[in-house]
């Protein structure tokens, strides 16, 4: 009995010692104590630090759009990775169908995404902040915490200028409630996996259609649109990429299997786009919604360092699509405001211009990353420097720090606080 409670004690020890490398199911591996020990996400910021920030919120500025008013369209690739790219990373060539049309457009050779599941991403894509990290423990937060009542997103903005948004996926909308949110988001017209076109379609995970079934759906609509509407905004999310990797038709169980498939589909649904004449007349963002949840590669981490885990792919075709490698660093958050300047009369924000379509006019800026290995934390990345805040209300400090100096810490500390308090965008 005492060599096993020994034996026991050393394993509890080592499960507390050890820290895996960035892995999203982190959780998984620690011992009990450790994946339930209070983390700070429920620490409280006091009455005084919210009268603060709000006293020092940054003004709204405006610039002029471009006015193009055209048809948009997003392609939300699900966990596409640099690792999966010889055009990102240059590890393994699985994508070469995107990586072809990302050269042939304006790629985004440093892109972050705002978190590490769908729905973080999908909230930085379509509201333009990095992050929601409500002030909740993890195992208490509902369905898209503190995402809820925004009222400037992309939709809204586009919808009230006459746009017709459309949000299409095969996967459930009712799972995490996602159909309700993307609707009181904006969007007017939701297509999930009950679409009256994926009748009698073969199912994988999340009751999804393979991804070729949901774009030939898409490039209806799309036409439809084209037909009847002046302006609209359609955004696409796939799901046959998403893990565990099986293959939708062979039911391979391959990540590569998997990945060559995602990218042939999509190539083949952006060819059809550009044969239709789409990129002439429109604009097609093609992006991951986040890095995939497997383990970082060496590869990653000697080229990324601290943002191996948010490192995404990217790039922008069509019309007023300048083609070219973009090196400024970008975040899912600064597509709406590109969009919304390119699409509109002007772009008002509460921080520097961010257009990935005017990268002179742009003006550098910290990103942040709400991790998925430790909940608590946010990876920050600034021009000067990076580092990890520890998430503890006002309490809240960095437990790492390369090139950042105090007062810009503190300004990282100010500016995380006010998107958990929805005080600014």
């Keep these: ?19 895996p490398p ?25 009455h005084a630090t919210q009268e603060r920030l709000l006293a020092e919120r940054p003004p709204e500025q405006c610039w002029a759009g471009r006015d193009q008013r055209d048809h948009v369209v997003m392609l939300v690739l699900e966990s596409w990775s640099t690792y999966h790219s010889q055009a990102w990373l240059g590890v ?51 369905a898209f915490e503190g995402a809820w009542g925004i009222e400037d997103s992309l939709p809204a903005q586009l919808g009230k200028q006459g746009y017709q948004t459309t949000f299409m996926t095969s996967g459930n909308l009712a799972y ?20 009256p076109a994926f009748d009698g379609v073969e199912r994988g995970h999340f009751g999804a259609v393979p991804d070729d079934v949901l774009y030939s759906s898409a490039l209806a609509h ?15 999310e796939n799901v046959s990429s998403h893990h565990p990797y099986v293959h939708p038709y062979s039911g391979e169980r391959s990540e590569e299997a998997v990945f060559r498939y995602m990218d042939k589909a999509a190539g083949e649904f952006i060819d059809q786009l550009a044969t239709s004449g789409f990129l002439e007349e429109g604009t097609l963002v093609v992006v991951s919604d986040h890095r ?27 019309r007023g699509v300048e083609p070219g490698k973009v090196t400024l660093p970008f975040h899912q958050a600064d597509i709406m405001p590109t969009l919304l300047r ?23 800026r910290c990103m942040m990353h709400a991790r998925g290995d430790q909940r608590d934390r946010v990876n920050v990345y600034c021009p000067e420097g990076k580092g990890t805040i520890k998430v503890m209300g006002d309490d809240s400090y960095f437990v790492n720090n390369e090139g950042l100096e105090s ?14 308090l929805a005080l600014e965008p």
Excluded at 25 to 41: C, D, I, R, S, Y
Excluded at 104 to 126: D, K, V
Excluded at 342 to 364: I, K, M, T, Y
């Design 222 to 236: 799309i036409t439809r649109l084209r037909q009847d509407h002046a302006a609209s905004l359609t955004v696409i």
């Design 292 to 318: 995939a949840m497997t383990f970082v590669t060496a590869e990653e981490q000697a080229r990324f360092g601290l943002g191996a885990v948010s490192r995404i792919p990217g790039f922008m075709l069509g």
């Design 92 to 142: 393994n060539d699985w994508t070469p169908r995107l990586d072809a049309w990302a050269a042939q457009g304006r790629q985004f050779e440093t892109l972050y995404a705002g978190g590490f599941n769908t729905n973080e991403g999908l909230f930085s894509l379509l509201t333009g902040r990095d992050v929601v990290l409500p002030i909740l423990p993890a195992h208490q937060q509902g």
């Design 342 to 364: 390119q699409q509109g009369e002007r772009v008002c924000l509460h921080g520097p211009l961010r257009d990935g379509l005017d990268v002179v006019a742009s003006e550098p």
């Design 407 to 420: 007062g810009r810490r503190q300004q990282l500390l100010d500016a995380l606080a006010r998107q958990r």
């Design 1 to 19: 009995i005492v060599l096993c409670g020994i034996a026991l004690a050393g394993l509890g020890g080592g499960a507390w010692a050890y820290t």
């Design 176 to 195: 995490t409630r996602k159909g309700e949110w993307l609707s009181q988001l904006g969007f007017e017209a939701l297509w999930g996996h009950d679409a």
């Design 22 to 46: 960035g892995y999203v199911h982190e959780w998984a591996l620690k011992n009990v104590v450790q994946a339930n020990w209070p983390t700070g996400l429920a620490a409280p910021y006091s």
